[in-house]
Nanobody, 118 residues
Framework: QVQLVESGGGLVQAGGSLRLSCKAS????????LGWYRQAPGKQRDWVAT?????????NYADSVKGRFTISRDSAKNTVYLQMNSLKPEDTAVYYC??????????WGQGTQVTVSS
């Protein structure tokens, strides 16, 4: 069982920055990847970014955030981060942390609200 707790959301003006954090805890073995998704009101949940585990981990980003968002992780702290720069009103959403285990099981955090005002 994995518990994911996000933090760092809030209200920011367009062009500003926020850093989201997601700490994983619990009894688990073999996280394959950690990532972030977001869901705007009335819309489906969309993938934002993923970082894989292990030496030489790789990162991938949705086109809508490429060049503005950076995903990183601190393995010692079991924490993944999402640095969001040059925020736009269309980035407004609830951001969810996601963990995919090697076993194929995956978990979600409870979400953190990000609101970007114009």
């Amino acid at each position: 069982q994995v518990q994911l707790v996000e933090s760092g959301g809030g209200l920011v003006q367009a062009g500003g920055s926020l850093r989201l954090s997601c700490k994983a805890s619990g009894s688990f073995f073999g996280i394959n990847s950690l990532g972030w998704y977001r869901q705007a009101p009335g819309k489906q949940r969309d993938w934002v970014a993923t970082i894989t585990s292990g030496i030489g981990s790789s990162t991938n980003y949705a086109d809508s955030v490429k060049g503005r968002f950076t995903i990183s992780r601190d393995s010692a702290k079991n924490t993944v981060y999402l640095q969001m720069n040059s925020l736009k009103p269309e980035d407004t959403a609830v951001y969810y942390c996601h963990a995919a285990l090697i076993s194929g099981i995956y978990y979600w955090g409870q979400g953190t609200q990000v609101t970007v005002s114009s």
